[in-house]
């Protein structure tokens, strides 16, 4: 599993993605978690998305291990499917945004997805050399 530890400790919000037809990568999810923890010394926002729930029949993690998840370890898992186009990630990055206060100020530390099927970050923003708003980190993370 990579995730470059530099990232994770400056990082503001923390979105982690598992597939619910794949028990491991809901492990892993929980691993990534405690890792993000304690690697960033600012207790930020991590969410946490179930994606591909529009295939039931090859579903390994349940509705129940997901509320196990968040009552666990206190994040919010939003279950989602890629494949729906009326499934908008952006909503989910508004409330992150929110959460962390973005839009009371500008960006300045790095925001992350990370997909714990391939056990790699997909994109980040790091603003250090130019400064970005909440809506344009939106933006960027909703093109992921």
Known sequence: MWLNDALISYA??????YSVTNKDSFENVKNLIQKVRALNLNDIPIAVIANKID???QREVSAKDRLSLSAEYGVEVFERSAAI??????????EMCKQSQFEKRKIS??????????NGY???VNSRSKSYSALDSIKVL???
Do not use: N, W
């Open 12 to 17: 503001d919000s923390v979105i982690l993605v």
């Open 55 to 57: 295939q039931c029949k």
């Open 85 to 94: 186009p009326t499934e908008d990630l952006k909503s989910i990055l508004v």
């Open 109 to 118: 530390r790095s925001f992350m997805a990370v997909d714990a099927k391939s």
């Open 122 to 124: 997909q994109k980040y």
């Open 142 to 144: 909703s093109d992921i």
